[in-house]
């Protein structure tokens, strides 16, 4: 693994990351699966300078606009990985070790044919919680209501975390498709599990 200020590469694809390596701090991690252009990570990092975020995402335009604003931003706890998301989650995620993943506004694959492609199935929810630590979340929005109840069914089945309240998301940054949506009047759909300290993964 080499770390820019940054960025992370991953050089060795069977190593775990280490947030004390990745961040210099034991700060808690939380992560932004499929950061986009980084709207909401960056934009979040500057109201929550207390936490460490990743912000994972595949396109290297993408991965490339959130380091420079980053940089330019000097926020020194943002790192940006450009990877799949389903491996990141199931190899390079340390166990037990994430506070919070948010998870915003996924590619909803609408056809019923590309189903199989949604980002929320049950073995990505169990990897996930593996990652997560004892009460950690997993904070999930879209704009798409057969995703929405697709989503929560993935959770179900997987049987690994629980549904819990909703957060207080008053004062989070808005991404950009969200910003579009609600001018358009489009409802949006959140769900929030939590990994009980009783639940073994």
């Known amino acids: 693994m080499e770390i820019s200020p940054y960025r992370i590469v991953i050089t060795d694809p069977c190593r775990r990351l280490d947030w004390g390596e990745v961040f210099g701090n034991d700060r808690p991690v939380e992560l932004d699966l499929g950061a986009g252009d980084g709207g909401f990570a960056l934009a979040y990092a500057q109201l929550h300078p207390e936490v460490n975020l990743l912000a994972v995402e ?15 931003g000097n926020l020194a706890h943002v790192r940006v990985l450009r990877l799949e998301l389903g491996y990141t989650v199931r190899y390079l995620l340390p166990p037990g070790s ?31 919680a593996a990652a997560l630590k004892p009460g950690g979340e997993f904070r999930f929005t879209t704009d798409h209501e057969s995703y929405f109840e697709s989503a929560r069914h993935a959770v179900t089945e997987a049987k690994v975390l629980e549904p819990a309240p909703l957060w207080d998301w008053s004062a989070d940054p808005k991404t950009d498709f969200q910003q579009t949506f609600d001018a358009e009047g489009r409802a949006t759909y959140r769900a929030r599990w939590i ?7």
């Open 58 to 72: 595949r396109l290297l335009g993408r991965v490339r606009k959130i380091e420079k604003r980053a940089a330019r």
């Open 98 to 128: 994430v506070s919070v993943a948010h998870v915003m506004f996924p590619d909803p694959w609408p056809k019923r044919r590309h189903w199989p492609r949604r980002l929320i199935q049950p073995d990505f929810v169990r990897d996930l």
């Open 195 to 201: 990994k009980r300290p009783m639940i073994q993964i």
